[in-house]
């Protein structure tokens, strides 16, 4: 069972990055269904590989300019998928007036006004709230963003339809729900990371985040009757900036 599960997570890491990963490592569709539930555990490993190169450039450099090469990292380990995502979402929601014209704008490679502006305040934004941290902090930050949010992702695999009709998606393997027990296993290694960080701004990130996911959710309901794959990695990057949003809000007293 171990090994099987170490080839689901390996397959994940596969799916969702660009990380290496042994050649023995199987690939079907059944198999990407179960990896899934690892989805929360690959933003450990992203966030992980964004807290070393932080706190390396930290040493050298300062802060705003270790954030930006954390950010890097993450973009160079996992190809920009979630920000792909974000973009195509962001173009077929801001210029399709229906179901049949979204999914087609969000499958065009192209990417247009929307999305670039998607994109800008996606990397702007993260870039800003990393920057204004704790400097001792942003590794925790880190870590926890990059889990909690693809658990925010994992939310919608667990709760919506897949939108798409068609068999040609690469996520369409990803369609079947998470059942109850996969989506505990998922939030366990979104949750963990959490600890890591004082409660209240912890939990302030967490409900932050989750309105973010509700938010989306509520739009993909209403305009395509479930979740795409670009649907799943916009919902990603929402929530991590959401997410430091809560961890940097200051409350009135």
Same mark, same amino acid.
């Given at each position: 069972?171990?090994?099987? *599960?170490? #080839?689901?997570? +390996?397959g994940a890491?596969?799916?969702? =990055?660009?990380?290496?990963?042994?050649?023995?490592?199987?690939h079907s569709a059944e198999a990407l269904q179960h990896s899934?539930?690892?989805?929360?555990?690959?933003? &450990?490993v992203v966030g992980g590989i964004a807290a070393l190169v932080y706190l390396a450039a930290l040493q050298i450099w300062p802060q705003p300019v270790a954030v930006l090469l954390a950010m890097a990292a993450t973009l160079y380990a996992t190809g920009a998928f979630h920000e792909d995502g974000l973009s195509d979402t962001a173009d077929g929601l801001?210029?399709?007036? *229906?179901? %049949?014209?979204?999914?087609?704008?969000?499958? #065009? %490679?192209?990417?247009g006004s929307y999305g670039v502006v998607a994109l800008w305040l996606g990397l702007t934004g993260k870039f800003v709230l990393l920057a204004a941290f704790d400097p001792a902090l942003v590794p925790a930050a880190l870590l926890a963003g990059h889990a909690w949010s693809r658990g925010c992702a994992t939310l919608?695999?667990? %709760?919506? #339809?897949?939108?798409?009709?068609?068999?040609? %998606?690469?996520a369409r393997p990803l369609a079947q729900r998470l059942t109850g027990g996969a +989506?505990?296993?998922?939030?366990?290694?979104?949750?963990?990371?959490?600890?890591? &960080?004082?409660?209240?701004q912890?939990?302030?990130?967490?409900?932050?985040?989750?309105?973010? =996911?509700?938010?989306?959710?509520?739009?993909?309901?209403?305009?395509?009757?479930?979740? =795409?794959? #670009?649907?799943?990695?916009? =919902?990603?990057?929402?929530? *991590?900036?959401?997410?430091?949003?809560g961890l940097l809000a200051q409350w009135p007293r």
């Open positions: 069972m171990l090994r099987r *599960e170490l #080839d689901y997570f +390996l890491l596969r799916f969702f =990055t660009r990380l290496p990963v042994p050649a023995w490592v199987g899934a539930r690892w989805l929360p555990a690959v933003g &450990l801001g210029g399709g007036w *229906e179901k %049949s014209r979204i999914l087609a704008i969000m499958k #065009d %490679s192209r990417v919608l695999l667990a %709760s919506m #339809d897949y939108a798409r009709d068609d068999d040609q %998606s690469k +989506l505990l296993f998922a939030l366990a290694f979104a949750l963990a990371p959490l600890l890591c &960080l004082p409660w209240p912890a939990v302030a990130g967490l409900l932050l985040a989750l309105l973010a =996911t509700a938010w989306l959710a509520a739009k993909f309901h209403r305009w395509l009757g479930g979740y =795409t794959g #670009d649907c799943l990695g916009a =919902t990603q990057q929402l929530a *991590e900036i959401a997410f430091y949003l």
